[in-house]
């Protein structure tokens, strides 16, 4: 065989390794939210402590927050919170998946692309599909954003009531976030 022909092979080898295994992303800053309803009034829970990476060589996914983490303004409600979530020994939400699409590294514009894995929370798993918007802002640097609704029933919770008044089983989720290159 040439011997150039070998080092074409070895540098084109070596070359779509680096490129695939460049292809992992790591969470560098992000926010998680949700929201309740109630009749006449609604509050927000907020968390700056996601953590989660994407593959794309595999498509594979993973986000976790931390349930303290999420703070709704109002010290007596997390509490609460905490408590109908089993926080202590269920300390995160998390969600484990797989994209349906694939990402396309070429393209500038925003990609939306559905996700499909387990959502944990409370210690209760669900399969469930998130639409998934992804930017590629550089070579280094991917946006994320994703947004979708639970029934906080399916995962055994009970509504909590403020005065006698419940708060709506549904409600609405949204995550945030910059990944970087691993």
């Not at 303004?73 to 109908?84: A, I, P, S, V």
């Not at 939400?93 to 590294?105: A, L």
């Not at 639970?150 to 708060?167: G, Q």
Request: aromatic letters at 10%.
């Amino acid at each position: 065989m040439d011997k150039n022909l070998i080092y074409f092979l070895l540098i084109l080898l070596f070359s779509s390794n680096v490129s695939i295994n460049a292809q992992n992303f790591k969470v560098k800053e992000g926010t998680v939210s949700f929201k309740a309803k109630m009749p006449l009034n609604s509050y927000i829970g907020k968390s700056d402590d996601l953590q989660g990476t994407i593959g794309f060589k595999y498509g594979t996914l993973t986000f976790s927050v931390p349930v303290k983490s999420i703070k709704t303004d109002n010290e007596k409600r997390d509490g609460h919170m905490y408590e109908l979530v089993k926080a202590e020994k269920k300390p995160n939400v998390v969600f484990e998946g797989k994209f349906m699409d694939d990402f396309n590294f070429e393209e500038k514009a925003t990609q939306t692309l559905n996700a499909k894995g387990d959502f944990t929370l409370a210690g209760v798993t669900r399969e469930i599909t998130i639409p998934i918007a992804l930017k590629l802002v550089s070579e280094d640097t991917i946006q994320l954003t994703a947004s979708w609704s639970l029934l906080i029933t399916d995962y055994n919770l009970e509504r909590p009531s403020f005065a006698f008044i419940k708060v709506n089983d549904k409600h609405d989720l949204s995550v945030d976030a910059i990944l970087t290159k691993k």
